[in-house]
Nanobody, 119 residues
């Protein structure tokens, strides 16, 4: 089992930055892909970014490329999502998730952290 706890959300203005953290426990993540997803009110949960722990490769959805950066800290078993140039449309609950690289679906999820961007 992998437990994931997100933190770092908050209320900011458009153009500001936030850094979300996802602290993992239960297992080391060297065989995992860790992703960030977000769900806006009344909408489905969407993929934001992902990182493969073993080689550091990353993937982003188009709307956040160049603004968001996913990274990890091996010593802390933590994944970060640095969000710059935030826009009101980035407002959502942000979830951290993990899966073995051999799986298709993410089977470990955090509880989410709220990000609100005012215009």
């Amino acid at each position: 089992q992998v437990q994931l706890v997100e933190s770092g959300g908050g209320l900011v203005q458009a153009g500001d930055s936030l850094r979300l953290s996802c602290a993992a426990s239960g297992r080391t993540l060297d065989r995992y892909r860790v992703g960030w997803f977000r769900q806006a009110p009344g909408k489905e949960r969407d993929f934001v970014a992902a990182l493969d722990w073993n080689d550091g490769s990353t993937l982003y959805t188009g709307s956040v490329k160049g603004r968001f950066t996913i990274s990890n800290d091996n010593a802390k078993n933590t994944v970060y999502l640095q969000m710059n140039s935030l826009k009101p449309e980035d407002t959502a609950i942000y979830f951290c998730a993990a899966r073995l690289i051999t799986r298709i679906d993410y089977n470990f999820w955090g509880q989410g952290t709220q990000v609100t961007v005012s215009s």
